[in-house]
């Protein structure tokens, strides 16, 4: 894992803040230098559409400052179980619903609204998550089904027009995440002890094995052993955020990646 050198006091959860809030300034900048005019507007102002070239740039740099709003808050829900009192959420297995869940059933389109070809549903964002998908992927997601025939599509063109509205919409909602980084940390923190606390072994509750000379070998472990919290799932940042970074941003992906890896390691030892 490669850590650049810094000055400790650029490093603040209150400098880091506001660098993000740099970063989005610059992303918003590409919709609002690139835009394409006469093709719709955002209710904010910028323009909707952009050229792939331009839209992958304001992906990596929206996806970046989501990266970094999210190390941040592990790092913080770390700082909050640390230094105050934390109480932890009831963490509950899932169970399996005793009794079949019925779907209401969808109406069907009216034909003339089919006609001008407008969704049904208004498009969502995303939700923002704190764990970051993992990469492995089952072997039969990976390989084509050879028994259907293969659809050769057209390559991507830089200069193709896309509607960059939901993508603005994540841009703009990174400003609302930043004010929310503390509230989510605690909140994080909450859920994550009482999932520790959940998972960890109480050698006071033997009742079960009172007619046994040994207790499991689980009551001998300690917190950190029993509990493992991988919210990152990757040592280094996303290569594809690296991809094209500047250098201010490099140097933060790595720094808030590594810090809330080692936060996150650390945390389940704060619940012993």
Avoid at 29 to 43: D, E, N
Avoid at 95 to 122: M, N, S
Avoid at 152 to 163: F, Q
Wanted: glycine share 4%.
């Amino acid at each position: 894992m490669s850590t650049p050198d810094f000055n400790e006091d650029d490093y603040t959860p209150e400098r880091l803040k506001d660098r993000v809030g740099t970063y989005l300034t610059r992303a918003l900048k590409i919709t609002s230098g690139w835009g394409l005019q006469g093709r719709g507007q955002h209710k904010s102002g910028f323009f909707n559409h952009l050229c792939r070239f331009d839209a992958n740039r304001l992906d990596r740099l929206v996806r970046m400052a989501e990266h970094l709003v999210r190390c941040l808050i592990i790092w913080m829900a770390y700082r909050a179980c640390r230094d105050g009192e934390i109480t932890p959420h009831p963490h509950h297995l899932p169970v399996q619903p005793d009794h079949e869940i019925k779907r209401t059933p969808q109406e069907p389109v009216d034909f003339t609204f089919r006609l001008r070809g407008i969704p049904v549903y208004e498009p969502k964002l995303p939700p923002f998550c704190i764990s970051m998908p993992s990469n492995e992927q089952p072997l039969a997601a990976m390989s084509r089904d050879r028994s259907k025939p293969l659809i050769r599509r057209r390559r991507k063109r830089n200069d193709d027009v896309l509607d960059c509205s939901l993508l603005i919409e994540r841009a703009l909602r990174i400003e609302t995440l930043v004010g929310e980084i503390d509230a989510r940390a605690i909140r994080l923190a909450q859920h994550w002890k009482g999932r520790v606390m959940a998972a960890t072994p109480d050698p006071q509750l033997s009742l079960p094995f009172d007619d046994i000379d040994q207790q499991p070998d689980d009551t001998d472990k300690n917190v950190s052993e029993c509990v493992k919290l991988l919210p990152l799932k990757t040592a280094d940042p996303p290569p594809d955020l690296l991809e094209g970074a500047a250098e201010d941003e490099t140097n933060d992906l790595h720094a808030l990646h590594d810090v809330a890896l080692r936060t996150a390691d650390m945390f389940p030892a704060l619940c012993g």
